[in-house]
C-alpha cells in the first residue's frame, strides 16, 4: 500500500507513522514560565539529532500547545529529564492537561533538583537531566511545531556511570522506557543484541 500523505486521512497518517517510528525515547519535560511556574509534561516526538554539540529535537501538537512549549518560547531554556521503568506510571500521570499555573511535580510528588545552568529544575526520581536551551523553532505551516534544543548539561546518576571502555553507561541499571505505537504501548530496553561496525579490509 502506498499513502499519499497528502490524499490520506490526517487520522489514518497520525496513526501509521506512529506505529512505524517506533521506539521513540520519551522526554519528560520540566520548563518554566517567565513568571516562574514550573511545569512538567512528556513527549515522544522526541530523540537526540547530534553529538557535536550534543542536540535533541521535540516535536509539539499545536493544537495541544499547551504550557510546556508556550515556557520554552518565554524563556528558551528547558530541562529533559529521562523515563525509566520506574518512573513510567508518575510520567503518563504528568501528561495531564492541568492548567498553566499548576505544578505538576508538587501534584505528582516529584521531587525538583535544582539545575546547574537554566532555570527549570531537575526530576530529581529521574537518573538522568539533559539541561538544553533553545536552539530554534520551526513552524511547519500545520499542527505541528519543532523545538530544536542544544544541550548544555548532563547530569548523571552516579550509580549508573562505569569506565569509557565499557560505554560509560552501566545500561542495566538505567532502563529507560519508550513509546510504541497503539494508546499506551511502551517498551523496555532490555532486550538488545550486540553488532560491530564493519571496517574496509587494508587493500
Ligand atoms: C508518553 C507520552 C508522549 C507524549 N508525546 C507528546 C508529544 O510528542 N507531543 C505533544 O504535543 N504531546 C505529547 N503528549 C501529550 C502531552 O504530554 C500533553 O498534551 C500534556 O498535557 C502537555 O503538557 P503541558 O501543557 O504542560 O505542556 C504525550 C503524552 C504521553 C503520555
Not at 490526517?10 to 511545569?39: D, F
Not at 569506565?163 to 522506557?177: G, L, Q, S, V, W
Amino acid at each position: 500500500m502506498d499513502y499519499p500523505v497528502a490524499e490520506t486521512g490526517r487520522a489514518v497518517v497520525s496513526c501509521l507513522i506512529k506505529s512505524l517510528v517506533i521506539p521513540r525515547p520519551i522526554a519528560w519535560i520540566t520548563s518554566m514560565s517567565a513568571q516562574g511556574c514550573i511545569n512538567a509534561a512528556s513527549f515522544s516526538f522526541f530523540n537526540m539529532m547530534g553529538d557535536n554539540p550534543p542536540v535533541v529535537a521535540v516535536g509539539f501538537s499545536h493544537r495541544l500547545l499547551r504550557n510546556t512549549a508556550q515556557n520554552i518560547m518565554e524563556t528558551g531554556a528547558f530541562v529533559i529529564n529521562l523515563v525509566t521503568e520506574e518512573t513510567a506510571q508518575v510520567m503518563n500521570w504528568t501528561s495531564l492537561p492541568v492548567p498553566a499555573d499548576v505544578n505538576e511535580m508538587e501534584m505528582f510528588g516529584l521531587q525538583a533538583r535544582a539545575s546547574a545552568h537554566v532555570a527549570p529544575p531537575q526530576i530529581a526520581q529521574a537518573p538522568v537531566s539533559l539541561e538544553c536551551s533553545l536552539l530554534e523553532t520551526v513552524n511547519t505551516g500545520q499542527e505541528q511545531i519543532l523545538m530544536v534544543g542544544r544541550v548544555i548539561a548532563l547530569r548523571i546518576e552516579d550509580a549508573l556511570i562505569q569506565d569509557a571502555a565499557k560505554d560509560y553507561i552501566k545500561e542495566d541499571a538505567f532502563r529507560p522506557i519508550a513509546r510504541m505505537g497503539g494508546s499506551g504501548t511502551y517498551s523496555r530496553t532490555t532486550d538488545t543484541f550486540v553488532m560491530e561496525r564493519p571496517v574496509l579490509p587494508q587493500s
